[in-house]
Every structure is written in structure tokens, then in C-alpha cells.
């Protein structure tokens, strides 16, 4: 696999009982940051996985029904932590985002699209299929707003599904098949199901080895250690409970084979504090 950079930038958080995340958990709200990452590619320059809170969420969640969702999972975002804002102190201005990847469609993984208006946008179909269906509280429920969706969206869009295959490394068992995002075996996008319609996860190569950034399929790294899923209701609620369970499995199934792989999942505290 051809190598590539990557840093991850905390963009957010929100508060929610730590129960409905991981059976077994504390009843007393915790913090789930948003995690976004920054890739720097060889050639493609600048690329994003996920874009984590924006202040684009609050004027999306102004609304009834779309306010349910800001009560469900009460966000912060600190001045100055927007995405954009951390690039630029990073040196890296919006438009000269090449791609941004989005894991799925869910507002605290998209909430930021409309700020890199010259990024080609990676997707899954399926997920935009979800996120068109049935009316505006059907899609709250989901965890999705449709006024995050840039107007020229799907004039920039490419899916997932229409990638080329190409085969995982055998450090990646049990998972075996990807879809090469760039044609260079680069950014091998990995679909992970169950936390939703469209939900995927992105297999690098970095100096360190191969990294793993699994967004939703778990909320922590606890429970891919422990195999450990969410509460029925709340798998339920979002997606399908059966195949996020076969997911997690499979995710720690892999960390069981090849500790030395690293895997990160958009929403866990200890990843984001880790160096």
C-alpha cells in the first residue's frame, strides 16, 4: 500500500450517557469527542476524513424537528475549533482541500462539507439514498440534516460502490475487500455495517504500519477490546443492530490477530488523547 500522513484534530463533542454507547456503561453523561483527520498525500496533497461539528449545525438545528437532535446529543464547540479554522492554523486553507472523505452522513461526521467548496466529496450511495428518504423527522432519527448538504453536492460527489475492488492486506483478516478511493491503493475505503445506511470505514499505510480509522462502527476503543456493543435500543434506533454487531465482532477479531494495527473510532476519548 502506498504511504501516506495523517493528523487527527478533535472538532467537538458532544455529552450523552455513556450506557447507550457500550453495555455496561456509566448512566452519567460523558463527552464523545468528534475526531476529523487530515491525510496528506503524495501527490493528491490535502485530504480530509470527515469534518466532525461546525458552527453550520446550530443554524441546521434551528428548526423543528431538526432541534430534537441538538437536545438528543448536546454539542460543544469551543471557539476556534471548527475544522477550517484548525487547518488554517495548520497552514492549510479550505480551498486547497482536494478530496473529504465522509464516512457517513450523519451531522457530527458532515456538519463542516459546505466549508471546502473545492473538494471533490467521497460517499457511499447508500448513505444519500438514506438520507433522501421519508420526510425531515424520519431523517432527524436517522441523525441526519439535510441542510448540511452543500447545493452543488452531488455535482462533486463520487461513491464508494463505484471504486474498483481491490483486495485488503492479509494484516486486515477477517476483512478482505476494499474500494480503491484514488486508483493507487492509497485510501482503501472498508464498508463497516450496521450503525447506519452507507457507513464505511478508510484503511491507510503510514510509516507506523496500517491505521484503521473505523468512524461509528464502535464509540470507543473499549469495546472493539472487549467486543462489547451498544444496547439493543440504541443500535436499533440508528441502523441494524444484528450487522453492527457482526461488525464489532469482526473489528476485534482483526485486533485480536494484528495487535499492531491501529484502530480509531471517530468518537473515542482515549484515541483523542493519545499522542
Given at each position: ?7 487527527r484534530f478533535r ?14 456503561g456509566?448512566?452519567?453523561?460523558v ?9 496528506r ?6 485530504i480530509?476524513f470527515d469534518t466532525?461539528y461546525?458552527?453550520?449545525f ?6 423543528f424537528?431538526?432541534?430534537l ?10 471557539p ?5 479554522e484548525?487547518l488554517?492554523?495548520a ?7 482536494r ?10 461526521h458532515m ?6 467548496p473545492?473538494?471533490t466529496?467521497?460517499?457511499?450511495r ?7 428518504h ?21 455535482s462533486?460527489?463520487?461513491?464508494f ?5 481491490i ?15 484514488l ?8 464498508e ?8 464505511w470505514?478508510l484503511v ?29 435500543i440504541?443500535?436499533?434506533l ?38
Amino acid at each position: 500500500m502506498r504511504r501516506v500522513t495523517l493528523t487527527r484534530f478533535r472538532v467537538g463533542h458532544c455529552r450523552h450517557p455513556q450506557a447507550m454507547t457500550i453495555r455496561g456503561g456509566r448512566w452519567a453523561p460523558v463527552a464523545f469527542p468528534a475526531l476529523a483527520f487530515l491525510i496528506r498525500h503524495p501527490e493528491e496533497g490535502a485530504i480530509l476524513f470527515d469534518t466532525g461539528y461546525d458552527p453550520a449545525f446550530w443554524q441546521a438545528t434551528r428548526p423543528f424537528p431538526e432541534r430534537l437532535y441538538r437536545w438528543a446529543t448536546p454539542p460543544v464547540l469551543p471557539p476556534g475549533q471548527a475544522l477550517a479554522e484548525q487547518l488554517a492554523t495548520a497552514g492549510v486553507a479550505p480551498g486547497e482541500v482536494r478530496h473529504l472523505i465522509l464516512s457517513h452522513f450523519h451531522a457530527d461526521h458532515m456538519a463542516g462539507t459546505h466549508r471546502f467548496p473545492n473538494a471533490t466529496i467521497h460517499a457511499a450511495r447508500a448513505g444519500w439514498d438514506a438520507m433522501c428518504h421519508g420526510g425531515r423527522l424520519a431523517s432527524v432519527r436517522r441523525g441526519m440534516l439535510r441542510a448540511l448538504a452543500p447545493g452543488d453536492l452531488l455535482s462533486r460527489i463520487r461513491w464508494f460502490e463505484d471504486a474498483a475492488a481491490i483486495a485488503l492486506p492479509a494484516d486486515c483478516a477477517p476483512f478482505a475487500t476494499a474500494r480503491d478511493l484514488l486508483g493507487d491503493g492509497s485510501l482503501r475505503m472498508v464498508e463497516l455495517p450496521g450503525h447506519c445506511p452507507g457507513h464505511w470505514g478508510l484503511v491507510t499505510a503510514q510509516d507506523a504500519g496500517l491505521h484503521f480509522l473505523v468512524a461509528d462502527a464502535a464509540w470507543s476503543s473499549a469495546a472493539i477490546r472487549t467486543d462489547t456493543p451498544p444496547p439493543w435500543i440504541t443500535a436499533t434506533l440508528l441502523g441494524d443492530a444484528a450487522a453492527g454487531r457482526a461488525t464489532l465482532h469482526d473489528l476485534h477479531r482483526l485486533r485480536t490477530r494484528n495487535p499492531d494495527i491501529r484502530l480509531t473510532p471517530s468518537h473515542c476519548a482515549e484515541c483523542a488523547a493519545a499522542p
